[in-house]
């Protein structure tokens, strides 16, 4: 099994900044694409940010230039660091890894918990 947990998450406000960080355990072979996504009360889960194992990036045109992601293939621990924060950017964040299992030698798709953002206006 691989555990995803994900830390970080709080109170802000608008305009300030937090980091968030989702890390990686359990029967990891290695771990392919990482990402970050939220969902916000009555609205579909999107894509925040994802970053692949050769550290190519992609982000949501809404969080483009304020929000950085990163990794530590060493430590398998992706990173979300969210500048500039607005009230829309509320959400619950959740991490996503596809890891290849040394049991498998599959690839499998875990989620974290999530974490709960809030920015006050």
């Known amino acids: 099994q691989v555990q995803l947990v994900e830390s970080g998450g709080g109170l802000v406000q608008a305009g300030g900044s937090l980091r968030l960080s989702c890390a990686a355990s359990g029967s990891i072979f290695s771990i392919n694409a990482m990402g970050w996504y939220r969902q916000a009360p009555g609205k579909q889960r999107e894509l925040v940010a994802g970053?692949?194992?050769?550290?190519?990036?992609t982000y949501a045109d809404s969080v483009k230039g304020r929000f950085t992601i990163s990794r530590d293939n060493a430590k398998n621990t992706v990173y979300l660091q969210m500048n500039s924060l607005k009230p829309e950017d509320t959400a619950v964040y959740y991490c996503?890894?596809?890891?290849?299992?040394?049991?498998?030698?599959?690839?499998?798709?875990?989620w974290g918990q999530g974490t709960q953002v809030t920015v006050s206006s």
């Open positions: 996503n890894a596809d890891v290849i299992t040394v049991v498998t030698g599959r690839s499998y798709l875990a």
């Open positions: 970053i692949t194992s050769g550290g190519t990036t």
